[in-house]
């Protein structure tokens, strides 16, 4: 399975997260990502952005809109989970 890293603003400490599953939505990539690789785990939804270089790096959805639109995509791709 997939790691990604994320620098967490909150406590100053990068995570690495696995990625359960990506989708593409209003032209943007969207990653489902758990701290857990089996089992229940807090799963994030994050978003693929890129800085002026070009460097790839996962920021959190903050917006509900965006994230209920998002949680029922993954829910549809990942037929056993509930998100949210």
């Known amino acids: 399975m997939e790691k990604i890293k994320f620098y967490d603003q909150a406590s100053n400490e990068e995570v690495e997260l696995f990625v359960i599953e990506q989708t593409k ?6 990653l489902l ?3 857990e690789e089996d089992g229940d785990s807090d799963a994030y939804i994050m ?3 890129s800085d002026k270089e070009n460097e790839l790096f996962y920021e959190m959805v903050e917006d509900d809109e965006i ?3 998002l949680s029922k995509i ?3 791709l990942l037929e ?3 998100i949210l």
């Open 67 to 69: 994230l209920n639109a």
């Open 25 to 30: 939505f209003q032209g943007d990539t969207y």
């Open 47 to 49: 978003k693929e952005v």
């Open 74 to 76: 993954f829910e549809e």
């Open 80 to 82: 056993d989970v509930d």
């Open 33 to 35: 990502a758990t701290e």
